[in-house]
């Protein structure tokens, strides 16, 4: 185990305990985001100034997201004075430079989400290169459903294990944080891997599951209504809360020495109330 992650995830959720009002901005922040993102989504465009207004909202909208997570990626890092405030200062200068890595780990998605286009070929192929022997014990549906889930892996577990630390070095050094040694940090440890599956469970297959439910006995339509409200509402703070938390793991992971260097010394993360 390596020193720098001792008391990896008790520190971890004593950083995200201890910083409630960045929790709560993001609870705040994305709602309105979202709300925002909705209305956006229907400025008609028959009128130059309609699409000037469609330009300049959408501008708007993305430069608040991406202001939002480059900040709290600086909160939570070790040697920040966990004023949120102050990261959300500092980190104006860095938003272009995470603007580029934004627009490589979409397109990354992008390319892997094609793959679910060609699954079948794909097992198909894997099934051909096989050896004789075990081609005949394996059925085509298998493989076509291990090349499914292979994708799957891809897309949500090994992307983002990748490329959300990358993504966290730019949001705290700027374009520095693209040649980081530390965004390889995280990547290294079983630990950070087994948390990220954690916050992902919470913050996305349980919200997926909830929003997807579907009543078993007959009822009210007021009822049914409450209850979605209240099953997306839920889903919703699961994946706020999962995300701050997968923030300050990826931000305690990948601060190596200078985390060895405060665990020796305190123990733990310095926890001071934001700000």
Known sequence: MSSHLQGFERDTLAA????????????ITNALLMIAFFYWTRIPEETGWQFVLTIIGGFVIAFVTLWLHTATFDYFRLASERCFRK?????????????IWTVIFGLVLWLIGQLWNYDEQIGGWARHILPLFLRGRITPRTMFSASHWFV??????????LFLPLG??????NFRGFYSAAT???VREVRFWLTYLICFVIGAYVPYTLAWMVPRKPSPLNEQTWSMVVRLGFGYFLLVTAWVILCAAIMRASDGEEATGQSTTTGRIPLVPVS
């Open 16 to 27: 995200v305990l201890s910083s409630k009002r960045v929790w709560l901005a993001h609870v």
């Open 184 to 186: 390889f940090r995280p």
């Open 87 to 99: 990261s959300l200062r500092s980190s104006v200068a860095r938003i272009l430079a995470f603007v």
């Open 152 to 161: 799957w892996f891809l897309y949500f577990i090994l992307g983002p294990i």
């Open 168 to 173: 966290a070095q730019v949001g705290v050094k």
